[in-house]
């Protein structure tokens, strides 16, 4: 983890590498540019050039124009910003600048957060294993940002959701010779003592009371036990009488189990396939930072899913909390087995919504690719529409896929009252069906599958784990604190 600090200014002070944002031609006229330099700068923004820079005898004038067009969305602009922001933060450090100050003359403070938000973001590293990390440390430490272009609170919140996306990217990218189930728990335990929310940690007895077959059934083949995180953020001001609750799926290795997967691009990346653990935890990290006033509830199961000697095989039965029973028929759809243990329990809340998020399935990875989250769910329009805008705003969108009920009968099985996979087809789908017949309340489901973790950086999203998810349910829960 590496957070660039925010420092507000009243001057800019010689010596010191500037930015300059502008979104309008005549603009250019008020930076202060000479003659030949104004003209350079034209020029290359006919030409579409990139990066625009000056160096003054090693001090850098970084230069970014953002013309919107009429029928760009208010959100692709606040996203150029941003991938603006990462390709000049990369530029700082491969110059080994640490101030960089900000200059607008766009007069749009929005502008402004949504550029330090880039530079935030591009800014992580994940350096605990390199024995030479001094070496590596990014350069760029200060964003300089002159008080009467600044959002103050704006500027504090976008600090608040990078610190919390970087503590769920650190938990992605920890191996599990490190975060097993119970190093997770004690991970999200410093999270909730830091930012104030509360955790309760059921262990694998309290599981086994609890009857969660699902989770008790992966865990299985594993030598580690598994746990059942519970985190609250619950302030006397919450605008909700009945609380949200999310649900993230924590299988910190996924081996396949019996169903072993292939190594090459598949087991070797499945340290990640608790990135909907991470994002939930990273959620409550943050929205219990910014006080917002609203009632949330984390649910995050977490275990193994090995071929240890004890592990469970395709055709057992399982009998889970809700009572139900499923005939495992791959030990690989995993996921879905805990997730609704978690969800049948979020019953004892009687939820206004829940959402869960899971690396759930490789075919929503191969149906939109790293590009944005498929969801589905049964609850109201208003509710998806209002996702679907936090989804933009923050660039983690979203695609819905259909649960036709016709999709129910992939689901069926003849020894049980469901099988755990619904066949070659609609795999995205067929699992959100398994899911739902958990739920009796308002549910949708984010499979993230593609975008968690990638293998090359897209911007300020780096290569491995991205924290998808962490700022798409801040903004959302933003909204309804409103």
């Known amino acids: 983890m590496f957070i660039t600090k925010i420092k507000l200014i009243k001057k800019i002070n010689p010596g010191v590498h500037q930015l300059f944002l502008f979104d309008k031609v005549t603009q250019l006229e008020q930076a202060g540019f000479t003659k030949e330099q104004l003209t350079y700068v034209k020029q290359a923004i006919e030409q579409k050039q990139k990066p625009l ?18 029928e760009d969305a208010p959100y692709k602009i606040s996203e150029q910003w941003r991938r603006e922001a990462s390709g000049i933060a990369n530029l700082c450090n491969q110059q080994k600048i640490e101030t960089l100050a900000i200059a607008d003359l766009t007069g749009n403070s929005g502008n402004v957060t949504d550029t330090v938000e880039g530079f935030l973001l591009s800014n992580y590293q994940f350096l605990k294993y390199r024995t030479g990390e001094k070496n590596g440390v990014n350069a760029l430490k200060t964003i300089e940002v002159l008080e009467k272009d600044a959002d103050k609170n704006a500027l504090k919140e976008t600090e608040i959701i990078a610190e919390a996306t970087f503590a769920a990217r650190d938990l992605v990218n920890e191996p599990l010779s490190y975060l097993t189930a119970e190093q997770l728990s004690q991970q999200i335990k410093s999270l909730g003592k830091k930012s104030g929310f509360r955790v309760e940690v059921f262990n694998k007895s309290k ?18 036990p598994p746990t059942f995180n519970i985190l609250e953020w619950k302030p006397k001001n919450a605008k909700n009488k009945k609380p949200f609750v999310l649900v993230g799926k924590g299988v910190v290795y996924d081996a396949g189990g019996l169903s072993l997967k292939p190594t090459p691009n598949s087991m070797d990346k499945m340290k990640c396939d608790m990135a909907g653990a991470a994002a939930v935890a990273g959620a409550l990290h943050a929205i219990a930072q910014a006080k917002l006033a609203v009632h949330v509830v984390g649910l995050i199961p977490a275990t193994e899913n090995r071929p240890g000697g004890n592990a469970y095989v395709p055709g057992d039965v399982l009998t889970m909390h809700s009572g139900n029973t499923v005939e495992v028929l791959n030990t690989d759809a995993e996921g879905r087995l805990i997730l609704a243990d978690a969800l049948s329990y979020a019953k004892k809340y009687k939820p206004e919504l829940v959402i869960d998020l899971a690396t759930l399935t490789g075919s929503a990875a191969a149906a939109i690719g790293s590009e944005g989250i498929v969801y589905m769910g049964t609850a109201d329009e208003s509710v998806k529409k209002n996702l679907e805008t936090s989804g933009n705003d923050v660039y983690e969108r979203l695609v819905e896929f259909p649960l036709w009920d016709e999709y129910d009968n992939y689901i069926k099985s003849d020894i049980a009252d469901m099988k755990n996979i619904g066949g070659a087809v609609a795999g995205a789908i067929t699992a959100g069906m398994f899911l739902k017949r958990f739920t009796d309340y308002p549910w949708l489901h984010l499979d993230i599958a593609g975008p968690a973790y990638i293998d090359k950086p897209e911007f300020y999203k780096p290569k491995n784990a991205t924290g998808i998810g962490v700022r798409l349910l801040f903004d959302f829960f933003k909204n309804k604190a409103i």
């Open 53 to 70: 820079l000056f160096n003054h005898s090693g001090v850098f004038q970084f230069i970014v124009f953002n013309e919107p067009k009429k």
């Open 207 to 224: 599981i086994k009371a609890l009857k969660m077959g699902g989770l008790l059934g992966v865990n299985l083949g594993s030598p580690n």
